[in-house]
């Protein structure tokens, strides 16, 4: 578990394992080895309008870090490709004008509360749970196993 990265580090590490996916599709008759048959890369960190924010406080494109591995890596376009970045947008989330041209603009019943005590509870999830249950109901009904 590492909580520190440099832009150099993450670029590095990025790079590094796109050449093993890439040499791993290029060696598929290898049964020595597991064949990768796809690739899910998952970024969480602080963000900034598009980008990732690193340890030393420079900033990566998100469009970027796709491009590491498939640029110039044509074997790896032959997969199914994931990329989770769980970032935040800078200022833009806290930003009312941003969020009622997206509609997310919430009613101040909607929002986070504090009960004085540093405990944070949100009315939004009794909301929610019912939504899941719901489309549970109508998985069950539909005949789809949870």
Excluded: M
Excluded at 50 to 64: V, W
Excluded at 86 to 112: H, I, L, Q, V
Excluded at 125 to 145: H, V
């Amino acid at each position: 578990y590492k909580a520190h990265w440099t832009e150099t580090e993450i670029v590095d590490l990025l790079k590094q394992k796109a050449d093993d996916l890439e040499n791993n599709l290029e060696n598929e008759d290898n049964k020595s080895e597991p064949h990768y048959d796809g690739l899910i890369v998952v970024i969480s960190c602080h963000g900034w309008d598009g980008d990732i924010l690193t340890s030393d406080y420079k900033t990566i494109e998100q469009i970027a870090i796709h491009r590491i591995f498939s640029a110039k890596k044509p074997l790896s376009r032959k997969i199914p490709r994931i990329f989770i970045f769980d970032c935040c947008s800078g200022d833009k989330e806290r930003d009312s004008e941003f969020r009622s041209e997206y509609g997310r603009e919430s009613s101040a019943s909607e929002t986070d509360s504090c009960d004085g005590k540093g405990i944070r509870s949100n009315k939004r999830r009794s909301k929610r749970k019912n939504r899941t249950l719901a489309t549970d109901k109508t998985k069950q009904d539909n005949g789809y196993e949870q």
